[in-house]
């Protein structure tokens, strides 16, 4: 509405001049106007720019989630390496950010329940996404082997483009994917598991080859 506005103020003075009005006061006025009003857009977008970096820091307390996505952000392409600082900002992420966690088997997203399904839409829902919103991936892999971290890169990069295609999440929200390829004690994450995180029954087992997935949304970007 304002650039259309502005358009008009400035085609104004161009018509009476066309039509030999001669009114070089009203001319002036509506110069002046049209000057008022790109004024007038330029505070209005660092207002919001200011309430944007405020409505940040109000969704993201915590400063180690904060790091951590300046790190990814800085080194998208780095992976999550195996260290204590990287694991105590995984861990910060199950701690206190919103996520939906999940197993899949080999054939990666083909084996999502419907039931993660409904979650994942429930966390990718509009009304919760801000410019500062971040997603993060995070797959551990099935044991410690190389192929087994491979494997679940490719896990990782296929629960990516499920949300991207399947879920509809814009491009202009960044996603992070990691792997864990370093040991978490199993009382360790215990900690993490909550009752939504059990194992639905259409889930693998403990005793079949699965992938354990966790999706992150933050507001600790930007």
């Not at 018509?15 to 002046?32: K, P």
């Not at 551990?140 to 399947?166: C, D, K, M, W």
Request: glycine share 6%; hydrophobic share 40%; charged share 25%.
């Amino acid at each position: 509405m304002t650039h259309w506005f502005v358009r008009a103020a400035l085609a104004i003075p161009v018509f009476l001049l066309s039509c030999g009005g001669g009114n070089e006061q009203l001319i002036q006025d509506l110069r002046q106007l049209q000057q008022q009003v790109s004024q007038l857009h330029e505070e209005s977008k660092a207002l919001r720019e200011d309430h944007e970096k405020l409505a940040a820091k109000l969704y993201c307390s915590n400063d180690d989630v904060r790091d951590f996505v300046r790190r990814c952000e800085k080194n998208p392409g780095s992976g999550l390496q195996c260290s204590e600082e990287a694991v105590a900002g995984a861990l910060a992420f199950m701690d206190s950010q919103p996520y939906v966690a999940f197993y899949l088997r080999p054939n990666g997203m083909a084996s999502l329940a419907q039931v993660r399904n409904g979650q994942l839409l429930e966390l990718l829902d509009t009304a919760n996404l801000r410019k500062s919103t971040r997603f993060l991936i995070l797959v551990q892999p099935r044991n410690e082997t190389a192929a087994a971290s491979e494997e679940a890169s490719t896990i990782a990069n296929g629960v990516f483009q499920y949300l991207r295609t399947r879920l509809g999440l814009a491009a202009n929200f960044p996603v992070f994917q990691h792997v864990l390829p370093c040991k978490i004690k199993a009382e360790t994450m215990r900690h993490y598991v909550r009752r939504a995180d059990r194992s639905q029954p259409s889930e693998p087992s403990e005793k079949d080859p699965r992938f354990r997935v966790w999706v992150f949304r933050t507001d600790c970007g930007g």
